[in-house]
């Protein structure tokens, strides 16, 4: 008796920890699960329009958001084509350019990881993460 209580409550709780196990799943990639970017590494699209021709936007989304829009004149540089990317991008590049990375939303992790990748692989200065991703940039075009 007491061993089939014990298989029920281990089945309750099993069955009561689905739902949390599904949305961590559903969501993994839209929950930021990472400590914040250091505000010293993040710019608004105010201040990145600004810099005009001595910025270079980059976009770290997938490529089919890429090619269904995008910042004007941004290069697609992403995780899932980093080798293949990064060869294309790096030409554009010099020193007294400002790397503006962004990807869909604040909540969103790519543009992050790839503005480390080009901080610490490529050894690039004056990388930045746009605040608030393609969302904030579509709410600044109105």
């Given at each position: 008796m007491k061993l089939?209580?014990?298989?029920?409550?281990l089945l309750l709780i099993a069955l009561a920890c689905l739902p949390a196990i599904g949305q961590a799943i559903?969501?993994?990639?839209?929950?930021?699960?990472?400590?914040?970017?250091?505000?010293?590494?993040?710019?608004?699209?105010?201040?990145?329009?600004?810099?005009?021709?001595?910025?270079?936007?980059?976009d770290a989304r997938p490529d089919e958001e890429f090619a269904r829009d995008h910042v004007p004149g941004a290069f697609s540089l992403n995780e899932d084509r980093w080798n293949e990317l990064l060869p294309q991008f790096l030409p554009n590049w010099s020193p007294e350019?400002?790397?503006?990375?962004?990807?869909?939303?604040?909540?969103?992790?790519?543009?992050?990881?790839?503005?480390?990748?080009l901080r610490d692989e490529a050894q690039l200065k004056n990388v930045f993460v746009l605040q608030g991703g393609w969302e904030e940039w579509l709410k600044s075009r109105k």
């Open positions: 089939r209580a014990v298989r029920q409550a559903y969501f993994r990639d839209k929950v930021s699960w990472q400590s914040p970017i250091p505000p010293s590494e993040l710019v608004g699209v105010d201040q990145a329009r600004a810099w005009g021709d001595s910025a270079i936007w980059v350019k400002k790397v503006v990375v962004y990807c869909s939303a604040e909540s969103c992790n790519a543009a992050r990881d790839v503005a480390k990748r």
